[in-house]
Structures are given as C-alpha cells and as structure tokens.
C-alpha cells in the first residue's frame, strides 16, 4: 500500500515538472519526430486521408545535403521528399503545402507558375491550402509576406481541394 502511494506520489511528481517545461517550449512544433519512421507515418496517414494513395509517392528522407533549407519538395512528377528532421508539430501542415503543389500541376500541367502569376503566389496558395484544412500552425510564405490569404487565394485553395 505504501509503495503504490509512493509511486503514485512520484508520478505526480514528474508529471508536474514535465508539463510546464513542455507547454512553455514555444519552438516545440520544429521538434523533430522521435525517428524517421514515426514521420513516414505521420505522412502516410495523411497522405491516404488526402487521397493519394497510389497516385504519387512521399518519400521521409534525410534532405540536410540536397536541400538543407526546405523541409519539402516535388522532386519529380508525383514524386514528394520530405525531410526527416521536419517537426512532428507541422507535418501535416507540410505535406497539405506540398500536396496542394501536386494539385496545382494537375489544375495547371506544366504552367502553375504562370496560370498564378509567379512562383511567389504559387507559394502563397499552397499555404492557403493548409490554412483551408485547419492547419494554422505553419504557413512560411504567408509568414514571410506578413498578411493572411486573400479572398482569391482562398478561392484558389478551395478550388484545388475540391479538385480531389
Ligand atoms: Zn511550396
């Protein structure tokens, strides 16, 4: 009896000093996933939930050389590479971001960039894809333009999510 309420005591414990440090940690979204094949996972599942399954190919790989500032990229034609380091936080964040390039390609074959109006607004509406699907977490290139999707860009990102 007496060692149960210790151990219990000492859960307590260390569940009290665990949580504070935990929800006070503001970069806790960049924290990568414990290995590499809880990331495949992560996007596997959402990948399937988005419909891709047997349409294009997404590929948790280590990026650090090849491309040591993106967490995600079309590699080729269907083909995704996200990196292995990407925080567990915005995973499915990234995977909406790129999977809305995939859609864009299929919108627009071979001309995204120009059917938008530059690689600037390509970007955009692929994080306004992300946003439409309830992800607030992470939107870099709206980020980096300080304002949030237009009504257009809106429209846009529903019209690719629609397109599934
Ligand atoms: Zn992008």
Redesign the pocket.
């Known amino acids: 009896m007496r060692s149960t309420l210790i151990a219990l005591l000492a859960f307590v414990a260390v569940f009290l000093l665990a949580a504070p440090a935990q929800s006070a940690d503001r970069d806790s979204l960049r924290k990568p996933c414990a290995t590499p094949a809880v990331t495949q996972a992560i996007v596997d599942q959402r990948t399937a939930e988005l419909g891709e399954t047997g349409k294009s190919m997404w590929i948790v790989q280590d990026m650090s050389v090849s491309h040591p500032k993106l967490w995600?990229?079309?590699a080729a034609k269907n083909i995704v590479w996200v990196a292995e380091t990407a925080g567990c936080g915005f995973l499915r964040s990234l995977v909406d971001?790129?999977w809305?390039?995939l859609q864009q390609d299929r919108k627009y074959p071979g001309r995204a960039d120009a059917a938008y109006g530059g690689m600037d607004e390509?970007?955009i509406i692929?994080?306004c894809v992300a946003k439409e699907f309830g992800n607030p977490d992470y939107s870099p290139?709206l980020k980096l333009r300080g304002s949030g999707c237009t009504e257009y860009e809106k429209q846009s990102a529903r019209s690719l999510i629609e397109l599934r």
């Open positions: 995600g990229v079309i971001h790129e809305a390039h390509v970007e692929a994080d290139y």
